[in-house]
């Protein structure tokens, strides 16, 4: 069945680096881009950026500039999210969710990745 | 940015009932809207997009409406289930943004 699997929780100090990945089985990687969506604790959900599985093209979210990286790896099937930078306000779950088709919202979610950012 | 707006921010109801959530944008998005279901410590399930095509394997208790900038979700016949909480979201243009969400309640 298509499914999307995340990484292990980690635990982050401020001004580090986290790498989040979500490994897409089921079903053809390169024909569904793959959104990042986060939440933090008790609070909705945030759009942060999107990435064409196909070509790498990306999108993202203004506030995330220059600290988000998104990535594919066609080999492997496996999408990457990189922030950096980190602060304690990026404390949260963090999902890869697939696009439905070309220019459709999110059909499929991972199981999600807790980032936490402590001193 | 599109601003999306969610009504009520919460909702109590019965079992069997039927509720209906609302849901804004600050502009038009034609019929790119998405309804998406979360219930406590689990990923959000993807319920309606397209304002009102239902996603594979969801029930037909859920149906969505609307164009433009106004949509609606309406869930008949509640069940336990069903209490949860719920976001709206636009991808007509990027950013994505969500709605703040509605937390569907039982009385």
């Known amino acids: 069945q298509v499914q999307l699997v995340q990484s292990a929780a980690e635990v982050e100090k401020p001004g580090a680096s986290v790498r989040v990945s979500c490994k897409a089985s089921g079903y053809t990687f390169t024909s569904h881009g793959i959104s990042w969506v986060r939440q933090a604790p008790g609070q909705g959900l945030e759009w942060m950026g999107w990435i064409s599985s196909y070509n790498g093209n990306t999108k993202n979210a203004q506030k995330f500039q220059g600290r988000l990286t998104m990535t594919t790896d066609t080999s492997t099937s496996t999408a990457y999210m990189e922030l950096r930078s980190l602060r304690s306000d990026d404390t949260a779950v963090y999902y890869c969710a697939r696009e439905l088709g070309v220019g459709n919202s999110i059909d499929i979610w991972g199981q999600g990745t807790l980032v936490t950012v402590s001193s | ?107």
Not at chain 2, 25 to 48: C, D, E, V
Request: with cysteine; hydrophobic share 30%.
């Open chain 2, 1 to 107: 940015d599109i601003q999306m707006t969610q009504s009520p921010s919460s909702l109590s109801a019965s079992v069997g009932d039927r509720v209906t959530i609302t849901c804004r944008a600050n502009q038009g998005i034609n019929s790119y809207l998405a309804w998406f279901q979360q219930k406590p410590g689990k990923a959000p399930k993807s319920l309606i997009h397209g304002a009102s095509s239902l996603q594979s394997g969801v029930p037909s208790k859920f149906i969505g409406s609307g164009y433009g900038r106004d949509f609606t979700l309406t869930i008949s016949s509640l069940q336990p289930e069903d209490f949860a909480t719920y976001y709206c979201q636009q991808y007509n243009s990027y950013p994505w943004t969500f709605g703040q969400g509605t937390r569907l309640e039982i009385k």
